[in-house]
């Protein structure tokens, strides 16, 4: 929807809640994906020499944090639906920054294992309950912007998030640590502090919101009762119908894809690009390693920006999300065969930017024909499911690699991956199960 075609008190409405929970929703996630990838990072800088680990127990480690979140996922969204998100949101981040916090001692594999479990079960429920949160505040037809701006925090964690890491493992011997444990003992407090500040900062509706005038107040509430009174007409499913509904398990496949490929960078990249020097012959320190794993994401972060701005702008098509997945299936094989670490990255740059311009979009799928509590268990649901592609691609990744001594076999399987989301989105859209946003029936 064009700014010319908002009332003065849409526009003033929306506006706010862009400033006001956004920025500080998705700084929440900005510490949420860095102390969960924070490993990737500690690896290649001690931590894999330290305690004695193969790439397979890497990977292991780095993917066993999705056991716990998988599990747990569903039953956490449903009691943020149920207690509300300003203190369940606020609950988990308190959580996961005291598991956070105990990776600064850890010293076996088996100990790394059972913080790696922990952090999941603590994390549980996060992503999609901040999704979820976010969604319950705005109208449907300002959701993709909404969560667009939300999703600029996961590329931009890795943006500042790897510098930062970088900067405290070169802080080596402060408290008598080596250098990657001061970086989980500097990660993990602001995940405490952060949380317990949510309690203060969050509210769990417009109603509740002091920063919203009254006419701004009545304008959301009749906008969000009104979407949901037409979702209740057409008979959404309830929680149990959920779990059997075709559309819900689709988008799980398709969001399984796009996980896998997040992952398979998250957690490999510094890797790789440790191995350059060994590859290209090239040096580079722990500063400027960390750069280089921000310079993906950054690109990304842009792209991500001006693709959902067009979807915003259109309405969210199914070439939104499927031609990203094709050019994430296509990048990453190619990116093997590049002939210096500039290229390499620069094609690497092409999955990342492919896979973030594609996740905001997606999630505005679900929100399309659920609410209330279905809703909260759909969005938990896809997430589980789609995150047990969390698990694998740490786990498949190392193994791969131990068992080829290459990357090589462990990325087509990631383009794989992201072409079978490309797949099902056209399926998808071809059985017309999903009706993409056209803003102009949203008037």
């Given amino acids: 929807m064009s700014q010319t075609n908002m009332t003065a008190v849409e526009q003033s409405a929306i506006r706010k809640i862009s400033w006001r929970l956004v920025p500080f929703v998705a700084l929440m996630f900005f510490i949420n994906f860095l102390d969960r990838t924070a490993i990737s990072f500690a690896g290649p800088n001690g931590m894999t020499q330290d305690i004695g680990l193969t790439a397979v127990q890497f990977g292991l480690a780095s993917g066993i944090f999705f056991i716990g979140y998988i599990l747990l996922e569903v039953p956490s969204n449903l009691a943020l639906h149920r207690f509300g998100a300003r203190r369940w949101l606020a609950r988990i981040m308190v959580s996961w920054g005291i598991v956070s916090l105990l990776f600064t001692w850890v010293s076996s594999v088996e100990g790394l294992y059972t913080l790696r479990l922990l952090l999941g079960i603590a994390e549980a429920g996060f992503f999609p309950g901040a999704i979820l949160y976010l969604s319950m505040w705005v109208p449907a037809r300002h959701r993709s912007k909404i969560l667009s701006l939300f999703y600029l925090a996961q590329p931009l964690t890795v943006v500042f998030g790897a510098p930062l890491a970088a900067g405290f493992i070169e802080q080596h011997g402060l408290f008598g640590l080596e250098g990657w444990r001061v970086m989980f003992l500097g990660v993990s407090i602001p995940a405490i502090l952060i949380g317990i500040a949510a309690l203060f900062w969050l509210v769990d ?87 280089i794993t921000g310079v993906p994401y950054l690109i990304a972060a842009v792209v991500m920006f001006f693709w959902s701005k067009d979807a915003s702008r259109r309405g969210c098509r199914t070439w939104h999300i499927a031609i990203p997945a094709l050019a994430g299936a296509v990048s990453v094989p190619l990116a093997l065969y590049m002939e210096s670490p500039f290229a390499t990255i620069m094609m690497i740059a092409v999955t990342a930017s492919a896979i973030f311009a594609a996740l905001p979009n997606f999630w505005t799928l679900p929100t399309q024909f659920l609410t209330g509590a279905s809703a909260a268990a759909a969005i938990a649901l896809i997430n589980t499911l789609g995150n047990v592609a969390g698990f694998s691609a740490g786990y498949i990744t190392g193994a791969l690699h131990d068992a080829t001594n290459s990357y090589t076999v462990p990325m087509f399987v990631v383009g794989g991956f992201m072409l079978l989301s490309a797949v099902l989105m056209l399926l998808l859209n071809r059985s017309r199960h999903i009706q993409p946003i056209s803003l102009a029936q949203e008037q």
């Fill in 205 to 291: 509706s417009p109603r509740q919101a002091k920063w919203l005038n009254e006419e701004e107040k009545t304008w959301l509430t009749r906008e969000l009762e009104k979407e949901n009174q037409q979702k209740q007409q057409k008979s959404h499913p309830s929680v149990r119908t959920v779990m059997g509904n075709g559309r819900v398990w689709m988008l799980c496949l398709i969001y399984f894809g796009f996980i896998y490929g997040l992952y398979a960078l998250a957690f490999f990249l510094p890797t790789i690009i440790g191995g350059f020097q060994q590859q290209f012959g090239t040096t580079f320190n722990v500063m400027e390693k960390g750069l």
